[in-house]
């Protein structure tokens, strides 16, 4: 298969890979505002390198409260990326954030304004790395403090999280940076695990082949497997 080929069917699938994806986040949010009877829900990215979210997807939620949390009040969310990187936590509730904090009262008279008077905050990690997210607004009084309930829907909401595309790549891209791959070799070793041959990643990348070949052969080193078949076996897994 040559290069345009192979891109024009990689193209493809990302039509489709999208469409389900959409599909997946949004019956995620469903599952998640009904089972806690609450007013609305959002799903976001995190981004770890940033310490940010953004929020991609929301069920009744105000355009007004998106777009301020984007552009001004992030910072000021005492629930935010910083804050469950540093506490590794799954799971929060607004309400428990000490409002004696100047910016964390700022943050809570904004989400009342926009009729949110509390946030249960759903994080999902994988080997130490946040991915995503799910923002609950005003869940059902006695349901938020259902402790063991949560976890279970966390874990349910966990198994469609992890399928989708975009958390399984980035899934591989941590393993083969904390495996201490460059820049380069992560994109070659993505374009691998694609079905590329080594001339259509020199194309694609603008390298030259000797380049490619050098390395592919120090992510096998690397990855400690003897070919693109126990590479692409060994990837697979990891997002399982």
Known sequence: MNFVSNALCICMDIVEMASNQNLLIENSLILAKNYLDAQGAMFYWINE?????FIDSNINVSKEFIHKYHNLLQDYDPLNVAYFLKSHENINLLNTCNSDNQKVSVY?????ECGIDEIL????????????????????????????????????????IFEL???????VKNYLKDLKLTNREVEVCE???????????????????????????????KL????????SILLNNITK
């Open 108 to 112: 809570k008279r904004f989400a009342n």
């Open 165 to 171: 595309s975009d958390i399984k790549g980035n899934i």
């Open 121 to 160: 905050e759903i994080v999902f990690w994988r080997n130490n790395h946040a991915y995503a997210g799910i923002a609950v607004t005003n869940p059902n009084d006695y349901k938020k403090r259902d402790v063991n309930s949560i976890q279970a829907l966390h874990q349910i909401l966990g198994n469609s």
């Open 224 to 231: 400690e497997v003897e070919g693109r078949l126990q590479l």
């Open 191 to 221: 374009l691998i695990t694609k079905g590329y041959a080594n001339q259509d990643i020199a194309e694609a990348m603008e390298i030259s082949l000797g380049t490619v070949k050098i390395n592919a052969n120090r992510i096998f080193d």
């Open 49 to 53: 390198d940033k310490s940010d979210a």
